[in-house]
């Protein structure tokens, strides 16, 4: 009879030995990240390309034209958010006199346009709005302000909470404060 000695391991299957689970422990992960990765990147939506350039370049040039015509009218725009009140509140003016007319404040977020937000605003007489915005989120912001005709437009970068306030300027920089 052959009786098993102290100093030679029972040797049994490869799968009841922990080191074979540990070495395929990397490649199981890399396997099952990739597998990750390939469904979030085909779920994935690239939101900055674009189907037709030229329609782009046209529109860029309209722009432009917009973005003279506030020059010409030298208009301005100074606003500030309250996010306990959840408003937004400022005044527009044009060359230093109040612009009653209605008009557009788009806030497009920086990486997901599913966040963009279009805020219809009606000033008073002297110039001075306030227009409900829920909670913005911390990032950087892109406002675009029209005319309610959309013959002038406005522009600037914001990034909230770190500028409390905004103003824009027909050509010179966006100030925030």
């Not at 009879?1 to 990397?26: C, D, E, N, V």
């Not at 557009?104 to 110039?127: E, W």
């Not at 500028?163 to 300027?169: K, N």
């Amino acid at each position: 009879m052959q009786t098993a000695s102290p100093l030679t391991p029972s040797i049994g299957p490869w799968y009841k030995h922990r080191w074979p689970w540990l070495l395929m422990l990397g490649p199981a992960l890399v396997v099952v990240g990739g597998v990750n990765l390939g469904f979030v990147a085909w779920r994935g939506q690239d939101a900055m390309v674009v189907d037709d350039y030229y329609k782009q370049g046209k529109a860029i040039n309209q722009d432009l034209r917009r973005d003279r015509v506030a020059s010409a009218m030298r208009l301005s725009l100074t606003a500030a958010y309250d996010p306990a009140a959840e408003r937004l509140a400022g005044t527009l003016s044009s060359g230093g006199q109040a612009l009653a007319a209605p008009f557009s404040i788009y806030l497009a977020h920086a990486t997901q346009p599913q966040k963009d937000r279009k805020l219809d605003v009606i000033p008073d007489a002297a110039g001075h709005f306030s227009v409900a915005l829920p909670l913005l989120e911390r990032a950087r912001w892109q406002v675009v302000v029209e005319g309610g005709k959309r013959d002038w437009r406005l522009a600037a970068t914001w990034h909230w909470p770190r500028q409390q306030a905004l103003a824009i300027d027909a050509d010179a920089p966006a100030v925030a404060h």
